[in-house]
């Protein structure tokens, strides 16, 4: 008989509490009756009120614009950061900016969204979709800038060398080699920047305004006022949504090996056909 | 002679932190031959390198190609191509786009680029291989694609970053032939860098010996291999046995005792110098015969040859290259004709030793 061992043990049961509140609130989103204490019966009811809610359709909408242009926007700035943190001289400069960049990370989102907040009404900015689109692009930021530097440190600076050398101007450079090279960094950035500003809700809580809400925000002061089974339905797509999101990132890591097998098997058809 | 395609001229390199990487080097490289700098690491050749290809600065001096100053020119402006010490391929483009990148720049037509680089690949004997990706090429296949990229763009000088040092052995030997038949079929210029002497010796029409920032030496192989400099020259290319001697008088060396007929001449009487004998030019012979007596202390066998490890009365150690074996006896004798000794002076500069040389050849 296979010995099961602790470790393998240790790990399902670990894996198992992680997941089960989630599963527990995907249950109850089916459950006939209105609350989380009897499973009554299996209904979509809560589904359906969830898609024909209007306001909670827009407010969906805006998460998705705002994840989407504040991580567009994170990425490109972030980009540029790390490729300016790579290329300074020193040292001691290079881990100057790259621990300023690391506080903004570990700092609490409380004490960034109140910050925002200051900044904003500081500066008489109204609270609305542009504080907050400004908001998730500056806190993105530094996770991008996290995730393209190592690709950055490992570019060969011979690369460099070699483009030059064969005629390439400073920006054929960037465009043709640096850019594909960091390519896959670029990409986890995007991702990370995207599911973090999608998920987040201690800054936008702050500089959220009247009128304009995000999920979380909504799904947190819905879940305030009592409960509603169409907040568990509104979970249950949107874990299946990170889901499909984690299966989409796992793919396109995947992308660039598939593509060298690809092009192998042609290489090899090509050599069969001389 | 041929009007120099590349002429450094009084060329120092400092850096920021005072460390001097090069003293006034000179050099004039003609057309179509074969150079090679040769130097331990950090002896300043790959600098060299640099500052030709135009990735690094001179702090004086000047830089001309073709009779121009090119200190100030970007480096994708020279007409120079490099071959990189590790390659420095792109890996996120196949062979062919690789060997492409100069002439996807210049924006040639497809047609003319596609034959270019498949005329290139073919040239280093990897055709059908342009598909195929980086990652999937051997290191020798990488060596031969980073050569296609450079040659396809048609440089006048062709730059090599010690190419074949990350190779084994065996496909390094087949490389030298390839490059020196590669350069002789091309006509164009190659500097090569390297610190291994035998390539070195093995390709190169000049040979210029670096070391501390200073070229030592220039010349054909077999000058700088007969003829070293100094000790460092010697010690550096080939093995060599060095003594302390005396000049009695032209064309008379003392040395370990004794006084030796040999073909130097030129310098004051009785002026201290040093010897240098070849460990293949001393044969082996019985003790009578010899004109020197040693006590064989190792003897290693090495393939092609046996390494011998002699001490003679006074202590000295001597190499010996030897084809046979020595049997029996440990006192062996060994001879070795005038034309073998080579005296060097201590601190003569390049232009003097050629000067004196000149002038004892001549009578």
């Known amino acids: 008989m296979k010995k099961i061992k602790f470790s393998s043990v240790y790990l399902v049961l670990v894996f198992i509490i992680l997941y089960i509140p989630i599963f527990y609130l995907i249950f109850y989103s089916f459950n006939q009756g209105g609350n989380m204490n009897h499973f009554t019966g299996f209904t979509w009811a809560h589904y359906q009120e969830l898609f024909s809610d209007k306001r909670m359709l827009v407010i969906v909408l805006d998460t998705f614009l705002i994840a989407i242009l504040s991580s567009l926007f994170a990425t490109m700035i972030g980009t540029f950061g790390a490729l300016g943190i790579a290329g300074r001289k020193s040292q001691r400069t290079k881990s100057a900016l790259l621990t300023l960049n690391n506080v903004l990370m570990v700092s609490p989102d409380v004490i960034i969204g109140a910050s925002f907040l200051i900044l904003f009404s500081a500066l008489g900015i109204g609270l609305g979709f542009g504080s907050v689109l400004l908001s998730h692009i500056a806190f993105s930021i530094p996770i991008v800038v996290l995730l393209v530097l190592p690709k950055v440190n490992e570019l060969d600076p011979a690369l460099l060398n070699a483009a030059q050398d064969l005629g390439a101007t400073n920006w054929q450079t960037f465009s043709r080699v640096i850019v594909p090279y960091i390519t896959p960094g670029i990409f986890s950035g995007f991702f990370m920047a995207f599911t973090y500003s999608l998920d987040d809700f201690a800054v936008t809580f702050f500089v959220t305004g009247n009128g304009f809400t995000t999920l979380s925000v909504e799904i947190y002061s819905r879940a305030r006022q009592g409960i509603s089974l169409e907040i568990n339905a509104l979970s249950a797509v949107m874990f299946l949504f990170s889901l499909l999101l984690v299966v989409g990132y796992y793919f396109v890591n995947q992308y660039s090996h598939s593509r060298r097998q690809k092009q192998r098997r042609h290489a090899k058809n090509e050599v069969t056909l001389l | ?363």
């Not at chain 2, 050099?27 to 074969?34: L, Q, R, S, V």
């Not at chain 2, 010996?209 to 010349?219: F, H, P």
Request: aromatic fraction near 8%; hydrophobic fraction near 40%; include cysteine.
């Open chain 2, 1 to 363: 002679m041929a009007a120099p395609i590349i002429e450094l001229r009084g060329i120092t390199k400092t850096y920021d932190d005072g460390f001097t990487a090069l003293s006034n080097i000179n050099m004039t490289i003609e057309p179509g031959k074969f150079y090679s700098l040769l130097g331990p690491s950090g002896s300043g050749k790959t600098t060299i390198l640099r500052l030709i290809a135009g990735f690094t600065n001179a702090t004086t001096g000047s830089i001309l190609f073709e009779g121009q100053k090119i200190n100030d020119l970007p480096a994708n402006q020279r007409k120079v191509n490099t071959v990189f010490q590790n390659y420095a391929l792109f890996p996120h483009l196949d062979v062919f786009d690789n060997v492409a990148f100069g002439l996807n720049l210049q924006k040639r037509p497809k047609a003319e680029i596609k034959k270019r680089v498949l005329d290139a690949l073919k040239l280093v004997q990897l055709p059908g291989y342009a598909n195929r990706e980086i990652s999937e090429i051997s290191g020798g296949q990488q060596q031969r694609v980073a050569i296609a990229r450079a040659i396809v763009n048609e440089p006048k000088v062709l730059l090599l970053d010690e190419p074949l040092s990350a190779l084994d052995m065996k496909l390094r030997q087949d490389m030298q032939y390839e490059l020196r038949e590669l350069q002789q079929r091309l006509k164009i210029t190659f500097i090569f860098v390297t610190h291994d002497q035998e390539e070195a010796l093995a390709m190169s029409d000049e040979i210029f010996v670096v070391n501390d920032g200073k070229i030592l030496q220039s010349g054909t192989p077999v000058d700088i291999y007969d003829e070293p400099i100094n000790h460092f020259v010697a010690n550096f290319i080939g093995e060599s046995n060095i003594l302390p001697g005396k000049m009695q008088a032209d064309y008379q060396v003392e040395f370990v005792g004794k006084t030796f007929e040999c073909a130097d001449a030129g310098m004051k009487p009785n002026e201290k110098v040093e010897v240098v004998l070849r460990p293949e030019d001393l044969d082996v012979t019985t003790a009578e015969q010899g004109k020197l007596v040693v006590t064989v202390d190792t003897q290693l066998f090495r393939g092609d040859h046996f390494e011998i490890i002699g001490i003679d009365d006074d202590g000295n150690e001597w190499l010996i290259h030897s084809t046979n074996p020595v049997r029996g006896g440990k006192h062996i004798g060994l001879t070795f004709e005038p034309e073998d000794i080579h005296v060097m002076r201590f601190g003569e500069k390049e232009a003097d030793f050629d000067a004196r040389l000149e002038q004892y050849e001549e009578d």
